[in-house]
């Protein structure tokens, strides 16, 4: 009873004090920001010196704003994904005062209802839970504001960065509030915006690669976060309607207002807001140009380079009756990178290559882009004069020194080429257009698709040129997509003259996918025809590879650099069998729109299908992959000194190169392709509504002829022994696939029980053994004795 008497003091004590701190009156907001340097603007804020401290001034009738966080400072590597300038979560907020507390409230956008009757609108609101992403105490106001300590919320992980560092492996790590300190060098605010940032660290055990490789001290981590308070645009802004083969993104909501019988899903492409000066002119200065800033530290040749690619976009504007409407500059000395009023163009370094990419901050409401941020990564360049130094060859010691310059002058413009192009390619994201992956397959009409650079045998020579690596405007595409966002046609009419100008548009959902069936979208691809263009590229592989040697490394370093130049030579075809992959069990199809389209849907015909197996089968063969004597002579062990780098093949032969695993891993790459149980499925079924098309007992016969029959010999050699164990792994895996169907696992039941009787009528040897055991352990134990080669080295991005 005493125990119980004393809790309900206490219980009582703690009541009577919250009660008392809640009703304590605040402090008057002139007295207690007397002392506080001021910041007037859109939030005013008050920065107290003494205490480091950040107080924020919120009116009493507060309006929805965006609330934006974002990365300016980053961790430097691509695997975890924190990258300096890397845009956070964009919100549509306000705050909600009751009492002394103060909420920070996100509103859901997702679900609204466009409708005059309050009523309506509020009904959805409460149907659907909105977040209070932070608390605060008041603790100073007058008659038109309130003041908070904002302080403990930017020293906060607005931007989940614990999260990922879990989510990547790199250990548990928690915010180290004595480590961490506002910024006030970026912090500031303008009549539009108020800009804040911190200096945040987090500590921890660091148990991961990643981390270990970029930080200082992997235990304590060390970035900057900001936080936004954006005014949102005025209603001049006019919405324009997303169509699925418009080439943007879409922005979706939906609608609990629509009429019966209508869509709920309402979706309008982003874009930036553009209007000419004289609307009745046909070709106008804007009212506002989109004017986009390059970061002040790329280094030169690459910052012409990006600037030269970036105003292409131009040319789309020209055409649409715009003139100066689109702008790149370089970044005022003075101007915060994050700064919601600048368009940016970031050259972000990592520790390893990686994506480059382009975010904006839009808003949720209408789809209007208020700040396009784009991310090129650095390493990227040396990547691809990397991939022109294993072409060319310009470090050859009989060369005299003007023809190895101009030689490496072709390495640097060929590279150079690729800056450009990519500075296009990200800009165009960040206005609001999507990748189009089919605008390889039609003569390079797009930016926005991922291109490989175009490699050609001179005819002149015995050698390779680069000539025409990658273009250098835009394509057809690009302005077409232009025209339908920001132009005055309609986009019907913008629709319509794409079909006639035979200008087809598929996006990443169906290209990336690795059992993906449109015969014309792929990433890194050239070519209106995968499967020729993998026949040329394969020419083209066998001459580099000819060629390939000490002239592909220059003087003074070590020998086994020469790895990592090989890489990308003997992987040249790796993307041209991806794309050729996709005729087999292909299918034609678009984004058809009733009432617009007449469904041409279709297989890829039975003779593109036959030449695709054809091609790819021989990718398998021990006569494309076994790499010339006059390589593996040079293929020495990593010299001391140098660092492990994972832009070279694994092997199984310890500090040796392993030219056999080389061969595998290539071979692992185009059966997982071949073989993938979509991919399985499809051949089966088409082969049942035309038998002229390949099924799945013919897929596996041309494994067998390139791949497995060589090894049927006793004198079969290494690779061509690892070769026939590859593919009978590989086809074994499918097999035991659980989620592979009977129709299609019935053929794979068929030729391993054909291989376990041609095994065993081949001449006596140790692998034909093996073979014969491990099929013997499927069979009986359903599991498969063999490990695949290991993975390729990394291929994109390029």
Do not use: C
């Not at 629509?258 to 492409?269: D, H, N, R, S, W």
């Not at 081949?762 to 099929?775: K, Y």
């Amino acid at each position: 009873m005493r125990a119980f008497i004393a809790i309900l003091l206490v219980a009582t004590l703690s009541w009577t004090q919250s009660t008392a701190a809640a009703t304590t009156s605040p402090a008057p907001l002139a007295e207690f920001t007397a002392d506080m340097t001021t910041h007037q603007g859109f939030f005013t804020f008050y920065h107290a010196p003494a205490q480091g401290n950040y107080y924020l001034q919120i009116p009493r009738q507060s309006t929805p704003f965006i609330f934006q966080t974002s990365l300016p400072w980053g961790l430097g590597s691509n695997d975890i994904g924190l990258d300096r300038g890397q845009l956070g979560a964009t919100r549509l907020a306000s705050f909600h005062i009751e009492g002394n507390k103060v909420l920070l409230q996100q509103h859901n956008t997702y679900y609204r209802a466009t409708s005059d009757n309050p009523a309506e609108r509020a009904s959805v609101s409460e149907a659907f839970a909105g977040s209070v992403i932070a608390g605060f105490a008041v603790v100073a106001a007058d008659d038109q504001h309130v003041l908070v300590d904002y302080t403990p919320f930017l020293l906060s992980d607005t931007h989940g960065v614990i999260e990922r560092l879990q989510q990547t492996e790199q250990g548990s790590y928690r915010l180290a509030a004595d480590r961490s300190v506002i910024y006030p060098a970026r912090s500031k605010a303008f009549p539009d915006n108020t800009e804040l940032e911190a200096k945040i660290t987090f500590s921890g055990e660091a148990k991961g690669q990643y981390v270990r490789s970029v930080a200082a001290d992997p235990d304590h981590l060390t970035m900057h976060l900001h936080h936004s308070f954006i005014r949102l645009p005025d209603d001049g802004y006019q919405p324009r309607t997303f169509h699925p083969n418009s080439g943007f993104w879409a922005e979706n909501h939906m609608d609990y207002a629509a009429p019966l019988g209508e869509p709920m899903l309402v979706q309008y492409i982003p874009r930036h807001r553009l209007q000419k000066q004289d609307p009745d002119a046909a070709v106008s200065k804007p009212v506002k140009p989109i004017i986009y800033y390059l970061d002040p530290g790329v280094p030169e040749p690459v910052r012409s380079a990006l600037l030269d690619g970036g105003r292409w976009w131009d040319q789309a504007f020209q055409a649409i009756g715009y003139e100066d409407a689109f702008q790149v500059r370089e970044l005022p000395a003075d101007a915060d990178p994050m700064d919601v009023r600048y368009n940016v163009i970031q050259w972000v370094h990592r520790s390893t290559r990686g994506w480059s990419y382009g975010a904006s901050i839009t808003d949720p409401r209408t789809g209007e882009i208020i700040k396009g941020h784009v991310t090129l990564g650095s390493l990227r360049v040396r990547q691809d004069m990397l991939i022109a130094q294993g072409l060319l060859a310009p470090f050859a010691r009989q060369l005299d020194a003007n023809t190895r310059q101009q030689l490496m002058q072709q390495v640097e413009d060929m590279a150079l080429a690729r800056i450009r192009q990519l500075s296009a390619h990200e800009i165009g994201h960040t206005l609001g257009i999507a990748h189009n992956f089919a605008a390889s397959a039609r003569d390079r009409a797009s930016v926005m698709d991922y291109p490989h650079p175009l490699v050609s045998l001179a005819t002149d020579h015995d050698g390779l040129t680069l000539a025409e690596a990658y273009t250098n405007e835009l394509g057809l595409w690009d302005k077409q997509v232009i025209a339908y966002g920001y132009g005055e046609a309609s986009p019907a009419t913008i629709i319509e003259r794409n079909k006639q100008l035979g200008l087809g548009f598929i996006s990443d959902r169906d290209a990336r996918a690795a059992g993906g069936a449109h015969p014309d979208a792929h990433l890194w691809d050239s070519g209106s025809d995968a499967v020729t263009e993998l026949e040329r590229v394969l020419a083209v592989r066998r001459t580099a590879l000819q060629r390939f040697g000490l002239d592909n490394l220059p003087a003074g370093v070590p020998l086994s650099r020469l790895h990592q130049v090989l890489v990308p030579m003997y992987l040249l075809h790796r993307y041209q069998v991806e794309a050729a992959v996709k005729m087999l069990a292909g299918v034609h199809y678009d984004y058809y729109v009733t009432g617009e389209d007449t469904p041409d849907y279709r297989p890829v015909n039975a003779q593109q299908q036959r030449r695709a197996l054809q091609q790819l089968s021989q990718t398998l063969s021990a006569e494309q992959l076994a790499l010339p004597d006059t390589i593996k002579a040079l293929l020495v062990p990593t010299a001391y000194g140098e660092p492990a780098s994972r832009e070279t093949f694994s092997g199984l032969t310890g500090l040796i190169p392993d030219p056999d695993s080389m061969a595998a891993s290539a071979a692992r790459f185009t059966l997982e392709l071949m073989l993938h149980p979509e991919r399985l499925e499809r051949l089966q079924q088409q082969q049942q509504q035309d038998e002229t098309i390949p099924d799945v007992r013919q897929l596996l016969s041309a494994v067998e002829q390139q791949a497995i029959a060589p090894a049927y010999q006793p004198a079969a050699s290494s690779l061509e022994q690892r070769l026939a164990f590859e593919a009978l792994t590989a086809i074994a895996g499918s097999y035991l696939n659980a989620q592979l169907s009977s129709t299609a696992k019935a053929p794979l039941h068929a030729f391993l029980q054909q291989q376990q009787q041609l095994w065993e009528g081949a001449a006596a040897s140790d692998h034909r053994q093996f073979a014969l055991a491990a099929l013997t352990q499927l069979f009986s134990e359903q599991s498969w004795p063999v490990k695949p080669a290991p993975a390729l080295p990394p291929g994109s991005p390029i």
